[in-house]
């Protein structure tokens, strides 16, 4: 068995470009899971993977013929199918002719290319969706095909249906929500821009297009070197040097040098981001988590840059979080006329009943997944509340109801998100894009608060029980850290701070767990006449694992790392007092 390294020697004694560095080799090939790494030996006779928190290789399982990379969970082809879970390998059966990774879900073209199938983690079984096509694009948080004509289409998970987009290319891969295409005589790049036929030139020529991640890549003809897209006009960056065997994911892109010597990594980041990061992996040591995790979080300022990201923009399972959508549907719904905090909304579990959106939006938000939830999903459907998130730019976000439209209740396990599709639903409903300046209030009172005063208990009319108020005085002693020799103006400064949140946890489905929390805090600046400018920040974070031992959201591990999400925007607020 032949063992990936920690530093192998490099075939070439040219140095790595700005960003790159190695960390293994040699290896036949890679593959990203989650947020996470893995190698398949030259030898194909083991399979290894990355731990970022210590930066070692360590031995998961082999052999293996092919890695499939991009899912949450890692694929290897033997030639059957078999799932890493981050704990242990199961046989998913069912060989086909390609397959491709995302999210939660395995998606595979039967060997006569007849039929798309789909590979359920949840109940371990594959299902038809489609076909017959040609090949599969995987890549982004959504599945394409290529149709025996050479065009591709969309599949919707959640309207369950193929939509054609676009004609023939050389090569399509998925970045995020979209798609790119390289033209079939490879003299230039575009982006699908969510319509049929409706495509945007970003680019030139291209040798091969790197999908996956949060960024697309491309290399360059002749020379092979990298370039990265940088999102909007047909601006590119020569970032990297010539490799092959490209996987990406979030921001990070890794490769093997042309003689499969060496393993690249491309992690191009801040100082808050790599501050925030190594936190993170320093928080979940120890053997309950080894490589069972996947973990993201963002800092931005409304309306402004992100200050740091962490897979903010890989989709994972969101848990009550997700709430926050059909609360905005619902809120939307009421700022066009269409409904009354008066409508009233029904319920089937556990005992049927119904109540008007006043007693039922407040419950939703204060309490776990419970029947108000399940009436605002009833009463909208979850088809029209998924249609109008993505109608908003949240693209990536998808709902789905467990037990009141009679689809099984492991759906639930089925949502999607990331931390910059719920960044977006909050930013658009601060800055007024999709709701009134009433509404907004109406939004912002009915989220969870936290402020130094906090109003009083809410008692819910429907479940009986009694929240709040919440207080916002676990920051204070960051405050009072971060403000140093200004003590005596802490007392000032946090009357102005206001923390609204939504957080969510539980497993849902066997064998896993999570937690996620999105907050908007609101932190006064000084203008230089003394008067208090309040700016807003974004603040979310995820974490989804093997379920093993739980860990709490009031964990010393979350504290910390959630702490230290909250210094950087105290920080720069405190620098204007």
Do not use: C
Request: no cysteine; proline share 7%.
């Amino acid at each position: 068995m032949t063992m990936i390294t920690a530093s192998p020697v490099l075939s070439s004694s040219d140095p790595l470009p700005a960003g790159w560095r190695v960390i293994g080799g040699p290896a036949h090939s890679l593959a990203v899971h989650g947020d996470r790494l893995a190698a398949l030996t030259p030898d194909r006779g083991a399979v290894w993977s990355w731990n970022p928190t210590d930066e070692t290789w360590g031995w998961i399982g082999g052999p293996g013929q092919r890695l499939v990379s991009g899912g949450w969970d890692l694929h290897s082809l033997t030639p059957d199918v078999w799932r890493w879970d981050g704990r242990a390998w199961s046989s998913t059966g069912s060989p086909g002719s390609e397959f491709v990774a995302i999210g939660g879900g395995l998606y595979a073209l039967a060997p006569k290319r007849d039929a798309v199938l789909r590979y359920d983690r949840y109940d371990n079984s594959w299902t038809k969706i489609g076909g017959p096509a040609a090949h599969l694009v995987g890549g982004g948080s959504k599945l394409y095909a290529i149709g025996p004509d050479g065009s591709i289409v969309e599949y919707s998970r959640f309207e369950r249906k193929w939509t054609r987009i676009g004609g023939p290319g050389a090569q399509f891969v998925g970045v995020g929500a979209t798609v790119y295409a390289l033209r079939p005589d490879r003299s230039a790049v575009f982006r699908y821009d969510g319509a049929p036929d409706q495509w945007t030139r970003v680019g030139g020529p291209a040798a091969f297009l790197i999908g996956g991640g949060s960024v697309l890549y491309a290399t360059q003809p002749g020379t092979g070197s990298v370039w990265r897209y940088a999102g909007s006009g047909e601006t590119w960056e020569q970032i990297g040097p010539r490799g092959t065997g490209f996987v990406a994911t979030g921001r990070s892109l890794y490769a093997l040098t042309p003689d499969r010597s060496a393993v690249l990594a491309y992690e191009p980041m801040n100082s808050e981001t790599r501050r925030l990061r190594t936190l993170m992996n320093a928080t979940y040591t120890g053997a309950a988590y080894e490589g069972r995790m996947r973990r993201g979080f963002l800092v931005k300022r409304l309306g402004g840059p992100v200050i740091a990201e962490h897979q903010a923009g890989t989709i994972f399972q969101p848990l009550s979080v997700l709430k926050l959508l059909p609360y905005a549907h619902a809120l939307m719904q009421i700022d066009r006329g269409r409904s009354t905090l008066d409508t009233m909304v029904s319920w089937p579990d556990p005992t049927p009943g119904s109540g008007p959106l006043r007693d039922v939006l407040p419950t939703t938000m204060w309490f776990s997944h419970n029947r108000s939830l399940e009436a605002v999903m009833n009463h909208y459907s979850v088809v029209a509340i998924t249609r109008n998130a993505q109608q908003l730019g949240l693209r990536e976000t998808e709902m789905y109801l467990g037990n009141g439209d009679g689809t099984p209740a492991g759906w639930w396990a089925h949502n999607l998100s990331t931390l910059h599709d719920l960044a977006r639903l909050l930013e658009g409903i601060e800055q007024l894009q999709v709701v009134s300046a009433d509404t907004r209030g109406l939004f912002r009172r009915l989220m969870i608060e936290r402020t130094p005063g906090a109003g009083t208990s809410y008692v819910s009319p429907i479940l009986h029980q009694t929240a709040g108020p919440e207080s916002s005085a676990f920051l204070r002693p960051l405050v009072e850290k971060e403000a140093g020799g200004k003590l005596p103006q802490v007392k000032e400064f946090m009357k102005h701070v206001v923390i609204r949140f939504k957080a969510g946890g539980g497993n849902p489905a066997a064998g896993e767990f999570g937690y996620g929390e999105f907050f908007t805090l609101t932190l006064p600046f000084k203008g230089q006449d003394g008067t208090v400018v309040p700016t807003t920040y974004l603040l979310g974070w995820y974490l989804n694992q093997v379920f093993s031992e739980i860990i709490g959201p009031d964990s010393p591990e979350l504290a910390a790392f959630k702490n230290a999400m909250f210094r950087t925007p105290i920080r720069e607020a405190l620098k204007s007092w």
